[in-house]
């Protein structure tokens, strides 16, 4: 299902930035992720460099003769729209979804308003601004609830809430993240993701991933730190849930006008095994712990096939349906 092509002249991709580091809470992993796509692109002939926004203006971009940037950035002014915008502005054809895309999809509550509308499956929710709310939200919605930051990114700031004496605490960690927070009902089930390639028409759902945590706690450390989360892919699934799963993903990811790349989390209800998307995510990991590169493994297409050809569909907004090719 590759559509990567192995006489790819890598030359003609010209002197690429890898943006890694950045100034959000995941910087170290967006360093990780980075590290490994500099390496891979290296491996494959690509002019690939270091180049991180936290220490180097953008401007410099422009000014060094980059031809195109593959976005390695996690979180805030990473896969929000900001570098983006900054990248367009600067001229300068980038990887995943753009400015309006990638500041939707950051913004869980927007991308639920967006899915809802659209009659696509999110669990309920309720945007607090107050612990007082939280509670309130929590009556409503039921126990288990998810509190967690509108935008934030790697399970940060995430409380599972199973009573409401825990309404507090939770409200005040995902507060300590962003100045909105958003309560979810709990779907209880089976944790998958789906790892999406390409633009409108054309794009690619790659085989589900199905992620057993130990009880059920897929938290940071244990998405980056540990090897006790076991990951399923193939999946496992019932074939026609897989095809389910991956449509919905599908749906998903064009509804909110992604293109590029990026990554659908659903959860199965296992009372009914009805599925619910939780969030996209426009610039995943590229670390050895990673989902999007395991899903790509699974599909034929190695790490470094799968950096090259995200890096050659580098576009602007601006020049939609034209993609900038090798």
């Known amino acids: 299902m ?38 891979a692109l290296r491996a494959r002939g690509v002019d690939a460099h270091a180049f991180d926004p936290a220490a180097r203006a953008l401007c410099e971009l422009r000014r060094e003769g980059y031809a195109r940037c593959f976005i390695a950035l996690h979180g805030r002014h990473g896969e929000d729209g900001t570098v983006q915008g900054a990248l367009e502005l600067l001229g300068i054809p980038y990887t995943g979804p753009g400015v309006m895309a990638s500041s939707v999809a950051m913004d869980k509550t927007m991308t639920k308003r967006i899915w809802r509308a659209e009659g696509l499956p999110t669990p309920d929710w309720r945007l607090v601004g107050s612990a007082a709310e939280c509670a309130q939200a929590f009556a409503e919605l039921g126990s288990p609830m998810i509190v967690k930051p509108v935008r934030e990114g790697s399970t940060l ?7 409401a004496g825990q309404c507090q605490a939770a409200y005040r960690l995902a507060a300590s993240h962003d100045s909105e927070v958003l309560c979810e009902q709990f779907v209880a089930g089976e944790e998958t993701t789906c790892a999406l390639l390409g633009q409108g028409a054309g794009a690619q759902a790659l085989p589900i991933i199905r992620i057993v945590a130990p009880g059920g706690n897929y938290d940071f450390q244990n998405k980056y730190y540990t090897d006790v989360v076991r990951y399923d892919c193939p999946s496992g699934l019932p074939e026609q849930e897989e095809q389910a799963l991956r449509a919905l993903s599908l749906a998903a990811y064009r509804t909110l006008a992604c293109r590029g790349w990026a990554r659908a989390d659903i959860m199965v209800r296992a009372s009914d095994r009805q599925p619910f998307l939780l969030e996209i995510n426009t610039s995943p990991g590229m670390t050895g712990h990673s989902l999007v590169p395991m899903a790509a493994r699974a599909s ?8 090259l050809q995200i890096l050659a569909g580098a576009s602007l907004d601006a020049w939609q349906g034209r993609e900038v090719r090798a």
Not at 16 to 36: F, K, N, P, T, Y
């Open 2 to 39: 590759s559509q990567f092509d192995p006489k790819m002249d890598v030359a003609a991709l010209g002197k690429v930035a890898v943006l890694m580091g950045g100034d959000s809470a995941e910087r170290e992993i967006s360093l990780l992720s980075g590290q490994g796509v500099l390496q």
């Open 157 to 163: 700031g995430l409380t599972k809430v199973l009573h």
């Open 300 to 307: 034929g297409l190695s790490y470094e096939a799968l950096c």
